[in-house]
């Protein structure tokens, strides 16, 4: 099976820089995805990381350290719209490559 | 990139009657397509994984004759909320793989309130 933490709720300032960290357990990784959902809608994908160390796109950034069963996805330059709920999700290599997702973290930035 | 259509959008229907939720995804075959129900403020919930031409594999305390899944093409996979009661209304979402690089693709999402 698969256990995901992440913090139910963080605040930050628009400009800033926000971390939000997920820890998982797994028995079968396959990969690790950061997604963005606002409300009402369905998730986008935003990362993937299955090799240890930090993938960047653009203002976004995510990190695996797979050893210790951790990532982190970092948002630079906030922006109001980038309030919304981000899920990490684990990929299971042997169970069909389905993903189970982690409670979310809400984001929301303040002027 | 990869786009999967989710109809319809949102829903509302009587207690005790059935409503069928259709995604397809549009510029890619889609062996593979999982279902999700997620409730206000809380993750998305694997219901159940659908196979195109055999059985869809159900999530445990997921009643596979009240959620009736069907993926007859590479395209198009449906779930059917059969029986309605008003504890299953919530947020269905499908989603697809069309490369392992890239996560889930997901249709935008149908809202059920049942009445």
């Known amino acids: 099976g698969q256990n995901i933490d992440q913090p139910t709720e963080m605040t930050a300032t628009e400009g800033a820089i926000v971390q939000i960290n997920c820890t998982y357990q797994t028995s079968g990784f396959n990969g690790l995805f950061w997604y963005q959902q606002h409300a009402g809608e369905a998730p986008t994908f935003l990362s993937y990381n299955v090799l240890d160390g930090l993938e960047e796109k653009g203002r976004f950034s995510s990190f695996l350290s797979r050893s210790k069963g951790y990532s982190y996805l970092l948002l630079k330059e906030l922006q109001m719209k980038d309030s919304a709920s981000y899920l990490c999700?684990?990929?299971?290599?042997?169970?069909?490559?389905?993903?189970?997702f982690g409670d979310g973290t809400t984001l929301t930035v303040k002027p | 990139g990869a786009v999967v259509s989710q109809h319809p959008s949102w829903v509302i229907c009587k207690s005790g009657t059935s409503v069928k939720i259709e995604c397809r995804s549009l510029?890619?075959?889609?062996?593979?397509m999982f279902w999700y129900r997620q409730f206000p403020k809380q993750s998305l919930m694997l219901m159940a994984t659908?196979?195109?031409?055999?059985?869809?594999?159900?999530e445990q305390g997921v009643e596979k004759d009240k959620f009736l899944i069907n993926h007859a093409s590479l395209t198009l996979s449906t779930l059917t909320v059969t029986s309605a009661h008003p504890e299953d209304s919530s947020f269905y979402i499908c989603?697809?793989?069309?490369?392992?690089?890239?996560?889930?693709?997901f249709g935008s999402g149908t809202r059920l309130t049942v009445v």
């Open positions: 510029d890619f075959q889609a062996t593979t």
């Open positions: 659908s196979n195109e031409g055999s059985k869809a594999t159900y």
């Open positions: 999700a684990v990929r299971d290599r042997t169970n069909a490559g389905k993903s189970t």
């Open positions: 989603s697809a793989t069309w490369q392992a690089t890239y996560g889930y693709t």
